[in-house]
């Protein structure tokens, strides 16, 4: 029998946030101007809440762009979420949870496409992304 080999983007899932709990969401202006700063949300089950517990939660979201015409993506950031309710007393026992949301700022010269990407730790990967265009 012949192994398989899987690739990231085959295991990386996508649906539609309003009904799927997982699926990052891209929050910013549809228009900008060149080379201005483009402030971004991204954010986690905006329509249906994901469970932030140690047992279950987002570990981390990460946003790329690719520029129209640039044959390679750029990371744009890395947000990990690390704190889940973890305590000596035991799961979900302890007080500080991190909220999975990421806010940061870019700026590009050329229009193009943002990505996001989310990690639940039971449910794997999740991607989406939002077209760009500049004025
Ligand atoms: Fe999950």
């Avoid at 799927?20 to 891209?26: D, G, L, M, S, T």
């Avoid at 500080?96 to 940061?104: G, I, K, R, S």
């Amino acid at each position: 029998m012949e192994a398989t080999q899987q690739r990231i983007g085959d295991m990386t899932k996508q649906a539609n946030w309003q009904k799927e709990k997982h699926v990052p969401v891209i929050e910013c202006a549809e228009r900008v101007k060149a080379d201005e700063w483009v402030h971004v949300k991204v954010t986690l089950g905006k329509a249906v809440a994901h469970p932030n517990t140690t047992e279950h939660h987002i570990r981390w979201i990460r946003a790329f762009f690719t520029a129209d015409g640039d044959k390679v993506i750029r990371e744009l950031g890395i947000f990990n979420f690390a704190a889940h309710g973890e305590s000596t007393e035991g799961a979900d026992k302890g007080p500080v949870y991190t909220n999975h949301e990421a806010e940061f700022s870019f700026k590009t010269s050329k229009p193009g496409t943002l990505h996001a990407l989310a990690y639940c730790n039971i449910h794997g990967l999740w991607e989406s992304e939002r077209r760009l265009d500049l004025d």
